[in-house]
């Protein structure tokens, strides 16, 4: 069995092992794979595994060998998943992976625009703090999260455990789903429409597929229902929000800043709005990055793999 893995860098970019997959047959992990060398280097596989490398249906076609797809990701919009299911070829990804380490960058960027942590530790490196006749001082409003409303869109794996921390800093909960979900056991968590949300959410954090219905859902309107000195977060997919609509926002103070994982176009581009806005801290896509989080990803792809081996399959996206 050949199996091939187009794009593995950024999963592994030295310090995890491929040595379960080479136990499986003729295996071969590329760091990267243009576009132009996605069939050549597939054509003969009867494995193919990618993360970013698009497998649309003119690709698939020149891979007549291919009888397994592996997704190093939950999101599977770089298959084409019609054609893969008319030709019978399972897609699995990896649902769950890094359900804690998304909700722990949630809480670490919020906390980040609430207490400025960077901001004052460089100031006492300046040597502020020294020069300072007071035992301490603060350079921008420090903000408590007890008591404070979140919003949540979305209430899946990640939204879930982004409210099981809310709950244990004692916050009120506030969450929007599109269809009816049971009630949790939370102190103060409410199930709401969305305007009520916007309206009443010091923090408005996204927890939702990307779907015809969530594309650019954060937009000039939405945000005009939020409060003045609202929080938004976005650690979900970057396509939710309209860049451009958010950045005048920020730039003129309707509402306080932002906090965001993911943008429209990975790597930026130089004219992203929001490089520009200094009330908005960008990570780049690192949420599920960590040691621990990837090594979990590469034991569920692989699981996934030995499950179709033997028969069985698991996580198959349609």
């Not at 005009?224 to 997919?237: D, F, P």
């Not at 490089?275 to 569920?300: D, F, M, Q």
Request: with cysteine; glycine share 6%.
């Amino acid at each position: 069995m050949k199996i091939v893995m187009l794009d593995s860098y950024t999963t592994n970019p030295g310090d995890l092992s491929w040595a379960e997959f080479e136990a499986l047959g003729d295996f071969v992990a590329y760091d990267y794979t243009p576009a132009d060398k996605t069939v050549e280097r597939a054509k003969d596989a009867d494995v193919v595994i990618t993360n970013k490398t698009l497998l649309p249906r003119q690709v698939l076609e020149q891979l007549p060998e291919c009888k397994y797809i592996g997704l190093l990701s939950t999101g599977f919009n770089v298959v084409d998943i019609d054609y893969a299911k008319e030709r019978g070829i399972p897609v699995c990804n990896v649902p769950t992976y890094s359900t804690q380490a998304v909700a722990q960058l949630t809480f670490a960027l919020i906390t980040e625009i609430y207490n400025n942590v960077a901001l004052h530790n460089k100031a006492v490196h300046d040597g502020e703090w020294t020069a300072c006749r007071d035992f301490c001082f603060w350079k921008a409003p420090l903000i408590n999260l007890q008591g404070k409303t979140i919003g949540l869109i979305g209430y899946g794996k990640i939204g879930s455990a982004v409210a099981r921390i809310a709950d244990a800093y004692e916050m009120k909960i506030l969450c929007y789903v599109p269809s009816e979900k049971p009630q949790p056991d939370f102190t103060d968590f409410r199930f709401v429409e969305l305007d009520e949300l916007l309206k009443n959410s010091d923090i408005v954090s996204l927890h939702c597929p990307l779907t015809p219905q969530t594309e650019k859902m954060v937009n000039a309107e939405f945000i005009s229902k939020m409060k003045s000195n609202a929080v938004l977060i976005n650690t979900s997919r970057g396509a939710s929000v309209d860049e451009y609509a958010l950045a005048d926002a920020l730039k003129s103070g309707r509402i306080l800043a932002a906090g965001v994982d993911v943008l429209s176009t990975e790597p930026p581009k130089a004219d992203n709005p929001l490089l520009g806005c200094e009330n908005c801290i960008i990570t780049p896509h690192i949420a599920w990055a960590g040691y621990e989080t990837r090594k979990r990803l590469v034991s569920i792809v692989y699981d996934n793999l030995k499950a179709f081996i033997n028969g069985n399959i698991q996580n198959n996206v349609y």
